[in-house]
């Protein structure tokens, strides 16, 4: 490919003619934590020295919730293994390459031998942060795993990363700038959705208790049994060697259907059945609407079917019957997962029974309101499922700005 003018081909890809490649070791230190000595111990009493772990770094940063410290008198013996908020710290056991900074509160805190720090940095250090964080540098260091084998990130593979660099400090400063106000707008999406999740969870436990009735309504709730409000279906396995059983038009669900589906709607399962194969086990088909709720291993986990569908034994399937939302019963079964669990008996894998699914007390308003509440929970998914895409376009378009800033491709004005 013929490279455009005012740019070169480097080992890290196409970049300005001015920018250089290095290897971080020309332009930064990089050194060592430390653990403390044998037999002594972190203590949740707040000393004048915070120790951060790997368990307490996130990507950018540190999560201060459970932040632990170095008794005072063992501080002398580690004393030389501080990071500060100048330096950038990359996790390199167990969990590789968690980058980030530590914030001011923790500048000077001990750092785990469990991770590095890149120290006396001579670039930008949020130009650089990012590098670090970007897919080339996390690829490189996803390649280091060892299968079998505790990983480990060598200090002198981090020396030798490769970072292509912007000649001035402001050209670095301001590509970090630009990817800093996509963080910013990722980290307000995600605390956006995180409030809606709780603001739904609130309503779920007002509304689905009758603690908060919507305008119009005042009838008396009932507290029936869940065997009566819905038919509930065991399901089924045709036999694993009669390949004439499988992959016909029957669409067949297991719990990991259900696990690797986002939402409340199932409408593909992995695999499928013959007709002959239904008729050899004891599954059912199933309307759509069904409620496909999970009764051994992930307990208490449901979709909505969306299309007919049959189901392997892992469940205890619900039909709503008449006067009774399926929609309404969904919500209300999210909130009764501890009740399913509870109930669950079994020595190789707990199951809970079609009998002691069928006792589950369940409390329904009229079927208008049923539906009213069903409607406003709705609402509230399709609003998160909205806030949702939106974070994920917005981390795919960071991504990509990331490719074109880092490289130079695009140059900011």
């Known amino acids: 490919m013929e490279l455009k003018p005012g740019y070169k081909q480097t080992e890290v890809g196409v970049i300005p003619d001015e920018w250089e490649v290095k290897p971080i070791k020309e332009f930064a230190a ?5 653990r403390l000595p044998l037999g002594e111990s972190l203590v ?3 000393t004048s020295h915070p120790y951060v772990r790997v368990t307490d770094m996130r990507p950018g ?4 919730s459970d932040i632990k410290y170095v008794p005072e008198d063992v501080f002398p013996t580690i ?3 501080r990071i500060s908020s100048k330096d950038i710290f990359i996790s390199v056991a167990g969990t590789l390459g968690i980058v980030g900074k530590v914030p001011a509160e923790l500048d000077g805190a001990n750092l785990t031998e469990n991770a590095d720090k890149i120290t006396n940095i001579d670039c930008d250090q949020d130009f650089l942060l990012h590098n670090l964080l970007s897919e080339r540098i996390q690829a490189i260091i996803e390649s280091e795993r060892t299968v079998g084998v505790q990983p480990k ?20 400063r301001a590509i970090a700038g630009t990817l800093a106000d996509v963080d910013a707008l990722l980290g307000a999406l995600t605390q956006l959705i995180a409030k809606k999740r709780d603001l739904k969870q609130a309503a779920m436990q007002q509304l689905l208790t009758g603690q908060t009735r919507l305008p119009g309504f005042s009838g008396k709730w009932e507290v029936k049994q869940l065997g009566d409000v819905a038919e509930i279906v065991s399901g089924g396995t045709p036999r694993t060697g009669v390949a004439s059983y499988w992959d016909g038009g029957i669409r067949w669900c297991t719990p990991t259907d259900i696990t690797g589906t986002a939402g409340k709607y199932l409408s593909e399962t992995a695999r499928t059945i013959s007709q002959a194969g239904l008729d050899s086990c004891s599954a059912q088909l199933l309307p759509a609407g069904a409620l496909l709720l999970c009764s051994r291993a992930t307990i208490g986990e449901l979709k909505i079917a969306v299309r007919d569908v049959c189901t392997n034994q892992g469940f205890k399937s619900l039909i709503a019957k008449e006067g009774v939302s399926n929609e309404y019963l969904y919500y209300l079964l999210l909130t009764m997962k501890p009740q399913l669990v509870g109930r669950a008996i079994g020595s190789t894998f707990l199951e809970i029974s079609k009998k002691d699914t069928a006792s589950l007390d369940v409390s329904l308003p009229l079927f ?3 539906s009213a509440i069903a409607a406003v929970l709705s609402d509230m998914d399709a609003e998160l499922t909205a806030l ?7 981390r795919a378009l960071k991504q990509g700005m990331m490719q074109e800033l880092l490289t130079g491709r695009t140059r900011l004005v």
Do not use: C, H
């Open 30 to 34: 990089v050194k060592g934590g430390k």
């Open 61 to 64: 940063g540190v999560l201060l």
């Open 44 to 46: 949740d009493k707040e």
């Open 368 to 370: 208008d309101e049923q």
């Open 153 to 172: 990130l060598a200090l002198g593979r981090i020396e030798n990363f490769k970072i292509a660099l912007p000649p001035t400090l402001p050209e670095q």
């Open 388 to 394: 949702e895409q939106r974070l994920a376009k917005t």
């Open 79 to 81: 004393k030389s293994y």
